[in-house]
């Protein structure tokens, strides 16, 4: 993926039989999708002009510019949208897009390494991290939560996680 592309949203298949789709969005404020201009494939290569219909379950009803059919629809099912980062807006301090959070090295608090972000989850009760490592059998799933993540410097590169111990 393009490094100034950041994902805002998911075709999830068509709506209805005349060319709807459902978007799913992964903005903060879901309608916002729509304002950011043309959405963009994730390599930059194709734009996506989409107008939103209506709220539908799991998602938003949406038109995109020159699908006109059910089977034009279904045919983007799986297409990640993205938005150069210059057309979002700043964020607070305390706020990050989950694209700047992977690829972070994560430290202890004493400063040894623990592993990288490699991705950021988010099912409805807040953004997890996944964290590979080698001190674990498997990768860290952890909450990014102000207790959890004290300090995150995207400029540096890294974040400092205070891992629980397994006995709490």
Same mark, same amino acid.
């Given at each position: 993926?393009?490094?100034?592309?950041?994902?805002?949203?998911? #075709?999830?298949g068509a709506f209805?039989?005349?060319?709807?789709?459902?978007?799913?969005?992964?903005?903060? &404020?879901?309608?916002?999708?729509?304002?950011y201009g043309p959405?963009?494939? &994730?390599?930059?290569?194709?734009?996506?002009?989409?107008?939103?219909?209506?709220p539908v379950a799991?998602?938003?009803?949406?038109?995109?510019?020159?699908?006109?059919?059910?089977?034009?629809?279904?045919?983007?099912?799986?297409?990640?949208?993205?938005?150069?980062?210059?057309?979002?807006?700043?964020?607070?301090?305390?706020?990050?897009?989950?694209?700047?959070?992977?690829?972070?090295?994560?430290?202890?608090?004493?400063?040894?390494?623990?592993?990288?972000?490699?991705?950021?989850?988010?099912?409805?009760?807040?953004?997890?991290?996944?964290?590979?490592?080698?001190?674990?059998?498997?990768?860290?799933?952890?909450?990014?939560?102000?207790? #959890?993540?004290?300090?995150?410097?995207?400029?540096?590169?890294? #974040?400092?996680?205070?891992?629980?111990?397994?006995?709490?």
């Open positions: 993926m393009t490094a100034d592309l950041i994902c805002v949203g998911a #075709i999830a209805g039989v005349a060319g709807e789709v459902r978007l799913k969005s992964f903005c903060s &404020e879901p309608t916002d999708i729509a304002a959405l963009l494939s &994730e390599d930059g290569s194709h734009e996506y002009h989409v107008t939103l219909t209506r799991g998602g938003l009803g949406a038109r995109i510019k020159g699908v006109n059919t059910k089977e034009e629809a279904d045919a983007l099912r799986g297409i990640t949208l993205h938005v150069p980062r210059d057309r979002l807006p700043s964020l607070p301090d305390d706020e990050f897009y989950h694209a700047d959070l992977i690829g972070l090295s994560a430290y202890d608090p004493g400063g040894e390494l623990i592993g990288k972000v490699t991705a950021v989850y988010n099912h409805g009760a807040g953004d997890i991290l996944e964290i590979s490592t080698s001190r674990h059998k498997s990768a860290l799933l952890l909450p990014f939560t102000l207790a #959890i993540v004290p300090n995150v410097d995207v400029a540096a590169g890294l #974040i400092v996680v205070d891992v629980p111990d397994e006995s709490e």
